[in-house]
């Protein structure tokens, strides 16, 4: 299997697909192992280059929402301003030279409004 939802299928899977989203839903996972992980299996043959990538996830109707800021968005606006209601993310991943498009990500942190981006991504 190539991903978590294809799991479900499986015959010995005897739950419906949303059955499988609830239990990610209500588990927990260990952000420090998983970190040390990704690191662990970080391609070895390629270069040290690294793209950082901050992507907003919109929750505009949320106001209960914590942490929800007001975030820049090139594709949506409000108020004729890009910037929208919701969440950044700053992913870090590792780049090779190949011509593909694959990344070996390495870290996530979701931005609260108090968070300085560019110090957040150095340390």
């Given at each position: 299997m190539?991903?978590?939802?294809?799991?479900?299928l499986?015959?010995?899977?005897?739950?419906?697909?949303?059955?499988l989203?609830?239990?990610?839903?209500e588990?927990?996972?260990?952000?420090?192992?998983?970190?040390?992980?990704?690191?662990?299996?970080?391609?070895?043959?390629?270069?040290?280059v690294?793209?950082?990538d901050?992507?907003?996830?919109?929750?505009?109707?949320e106001?209960c929402?914590p942490?929800?800021?007001f975030?820049?968005?090139a594709?949506?606006?409000?108020?004729?301003?890009p910037?929208v209601?919701?969440?950044?993310?700053?992913?870090i991943?590792?780049?090779?030279?190949?011509k593909?498009?694959?990344?070996?990500?390495?870290?996530?942190?979701?931005?609260?409004?108090?968070?300085?981006?560019?110090?957040?991504?150095?340390?």
């Amino acid at each position: 299997m190539h991903s978590v939802p294809a799991l479900s299928l499986e015959p010995e899977f005897r739950r419906s697909h949303g059955s499988l989203c609830e239990s990610l839903a209500e588990g927990q996972i260990d952000v420090d192992a998983l970190r040390q992980l990704l690191v662990a299996h970080a391609p070895a043959d390629w270069p040290l280059v690294f793209a950082v990538d901050a992507s907003t996830w919109a929750r505009c109707d949320e106001e209960c929402s914590p942490e929800r800021g007001f975030q820049y968005s090139a594709s949506q606006h409000s108020a004729g301003q890009p910037i929208v209601a919701g969440w950044s993310y700053q992913w870090i991943s590792q780049l090779c030279w190949a011509k593909d498009s694959w990344t070996a990500p390495l870290d996530v942190c979701r931005l609260s409004p108090q968070m300085d981006p560019t110090g957040t991504t150095i340390n």
